[in-house]
């Protein structure tokens, strides 16, 4: 069964633009939550979706968005890119939210904001 | 604040000795814990699991172990091995699939 899968791998931005990644989930898996990393604020959640609905939601600014499509996937938008935003973007599935479901992550985007 | 801490932001130890790794917590409605490996520019990938419910867990050369009146997690390696060196990730969770990591802790096994 293959993994989680994102796109790009990585990426180039100059600041004030935006940017879309994308995340296909495992098959089956219908829950699909992104995380972001940097050095200085290690791992934190983003949001979360399932059934096309965002179940959660991390402490971020508006201009950090997503949605889900009926086949599972997962796209996040940054609007108005700064700085701070380079960061590496991770895409994680499970069958179903909550409970004790295992999150599986995918490979991450690396954005890098100039 | 941090809910979930890895005391020891580095680890090193000889090849064929066991590795441990040690995180604390202070949220007490986290309800499912979870380990995670992860190489440099690379998505982390999933070790091992607990549930609050149980002290111990094992999976092969992974053991983790929980304490839950301390608030307190560990991630046995036994025996280490080169292929070991990684940053490894205490997460936890309680209602819904948000995740709440540690800091990481930075592992290098010495052949």
């Known amino acids: 069964k293959a993994g989680v899968t994102q796109t790009p791998r990585y990426l180039i931005k100059t600041r004030g633009q935006q940017v879309t990644l994308s995340c296909s989930p495992i098959s089956g898996h219908r829950s699909v939550s992104w995380y972001q990393q940097t050095p200085g604020q290690g791992l934190q959640f983003l949001f979360e979706y399932f059934s096309e609905t965002q179940r959660n939601k991390g402490n971020f600014p508006g201009r950090f968005s997503g949605r889900q499509f009926s086949n599972s996937r997962s796209e996040m938008n940054v609007s108005t890119l700064e700085l701070g935003d380079s960061a590496l973007y991770l895409c994680a599935s499970s069958f179903i939210p909550g409970g004790q479901e295992t999150q599986y992550f995918g490979p991450g985007t690396r954005l890098l904001v100039l | 604040d941090q809910q979930v801490k890895q005391n020891s932001p580095s680890l090193s130890v000889q090849e064929g000795r066991i590795s441990i790794l040690n995180c604390d917590y202070t949220?007490?409605?986290?309800?499912?814990f979870l380990w995670y490996k992860k190489y440099p520019a690379e998505g982390p990938t999933f070790l091992i699991s607990?549930?609050?419910?149980?002290d111990k867990n094992e999976d092969g050369r992974f053991t983790v172990f929980l304490n839950k009146s301390a608030k307190h997690l560990s991630l046995h390696i036994v025996p280490s091995q080169p292929g070991d060196s990684a940053v490894y990730f205490c997460a936890a969770k309680a209602a819904g699939n948000k995740l709440t990591f540690g800091g990481g802790t930075r592992v290098l096994v010495k052949p």
């Open positions: 607990i549930s609050s419910i149980k």
């Open positions: 949220n007490s409605m986290f309800d499912y």
